[in-house]
């Protein structure tokens, strides 16, 4: 094993990013509240809310990949800067905008935060253990969703409506940017992390595009049962009222589940526990298509929440460990932001009008296709010798 390399930036850098990073991705947590409210004011109809969602998805998950391909680490605290300002206000313009000025303004929005995460990315991928500081992020990130999501329901929207939600984010992303005088105004290139990493041309090899598509189809999974968490328990049966408390026992899960991923990610393998995540959400998948029970659905879904954000820092462990180079890693956060786009598309195509029809059965395909990926990942004949320490 080569001796662990001593890391590119410092805890402080990094906290600053994981404060910059859960500003940028805020709406991802609120996005429930703050859509339904449009939709309530009728400044969106029914069916422009899903594609509302998607554009914002989809632009954050393009800007990732090209701020990873194309922008050099120079001038970070500008970047954070102008982006900061640029979200605080296309979340200003969603409040007051209609029709398809909200369309431009979240993908403005999405942009704007794609940028911000790029540089949390920059920062943890040159940290010892990347994995490590992805779970402590997620749990950071998932924890302050939670409490703006509260704080905007009990607190703004009563009074001042959709508009005051979305002005309120806009003031919360500028409180964070006293945390850019945390982050470096640079950072130097990533070294090479392991004697067989990738060539210094900075391209991603066939193993790298392959361990990310099954990251990808892994929260494709996710989020295509996700959407119907609420209906599977109107079909079950189950009261408003116990669907509710049954849904936020998954923030508890979630939580728990990144704290886990944590404190594990440098003591097992990588693989092994990928495919333990699959095989579990394929177990989930169908208990959830029975028409469960009361308990039967808080337990799915209760392993669902855990096993969705446990997986997180074993996907950037995995990625670093085919690519040592840890440019793959880098790729991670618009893999999972497709899949987030690309699920729900999928499985919304199999539901009737009188159920959710194969559903289900399209859910379980995204996670065998992830199990797949991922073993083919490391099966690969050009990684001599590697392979095997993947399992270890």
Known sequence: MAPELPPLVTRTQIAGGMVLGSAALLMLGVQPLVLDGLLSAHRITAGELGRLSMVELLALGLTIFLSVRYLREMHLRYWAGAACAVLALADGLTGFGTGFMIDIARGVAGMASGILVWLVICISTRSVSPGRVSGIFLAVQTIWQAVVAEFLSVTIMPSFGVSG?????????????????????????????????EDAGGKIRPQGWTGLAGCLFY???????????????????????????????VLLAQIFGSAMG?????????????????????????????????????????????????A?????????????????????????????????????????????????????????ISLLLTLAAVSRQDLPGRSKRLFV
């Open 262 to 310: 944590t404190v594990l990610e440098r003591k097992l393998p990588a693989v092994v526990m990928l495919m333990v995540a699959d095989i579990g959400m394929l177990a989930v998948t169908w208990a959830l298509g029975t028409t469960p029970s009361l308990w039967l659905y808080v337990a799915s879904i209760s392993l669902f929440g855990f096993l969705w954000m446990m």
């Open 165 to 197: 939600a979305f002005v309120a984010m806009g003031i919360l992303t500028l409180c964070a940017v006293p945390a850019i005088a945390l982050v470096p105004s640079a950072l130097s290139p990533l070294v090479q992390f392991h004697e067989d990493a």
């Open 312 to 368: 997180l820092p074993f996907q950037v462990k995995f990625l670093i460990d085919i690519d040592p180079s840890r440019r793959t890693s880098m790729q991670l956060s618009s893999a999972q932001l497709f899949g987030s786009s690309l699920g729900p598309a999928i499985t919304s195509a199999f539901v009737t009008q009188s159920g959710l029809g194969y559903a289900f059965e399209a859910d379980m395909a995204l996670f065998v």
């Open 219 to 249: 929260t494709a999974g996710i989020m295509g049962l996700w959407v119907f968490v609420e209906r599977i328990g109107e079909i079950s049966g189950l009261n408003a009222y116990v669907i509710g408390s049954a849904v936020s026992t």
